[in-house]
């Protein structure tokens, strides 16, 4: 009897737990996995179209990050513009070739804190 008690009582406290957690709900534009990585480790191809690129060619990588989308890998990057306090945002595939995205800038995820 303690025993089913203690268990219908530690159900109670597990229960109202979770009534003071917070749903955030987030829009269809975030990736199913992000993993930020090292500019370096830049796929050749990427790396390449960057290097074929007169805007971006000369500019600094300041952040990169790898998603899955829609079953296809794409590497979000943020350069540094030449314009103090402006950044570069570009998306490219897998093969180095630059996806325009149709609602204008491309996001990069924010870090979770």
């Known amino acids: 009897m303690k025993k089913l008690i ?48 007169l805007q971006l060619k000369d500019l600094k990588i300041v952040e990169a990050h790898q998603v899955m989308e829609e079953a296809q890998v794409h590497y979000l990057l943020k350069f540094e513009s030449e314009t103090p306090g402006e950044e570069i945002k570009k998306k490219f595939d897998a093969m180095g070739k630059e996806v325009v995205e149709d609602k204008g800038s491309v996001e990069l995820p924010e870090p979770v804190k």
């Open 6 to 53: 203690l268990s219908v009582a530690a159900m109670t406290v597990f229960a109202f737990a979770n009534a003071g957690t917070t749903e955030v709900f987030v829009s269809q534009e975030w990736y199913q996995e992000t993993t930020k990585i090292d500019p370096e480790s830049l796929p050749e191809k990427v790396k390449e179209a960057i290097q074929n690129d």
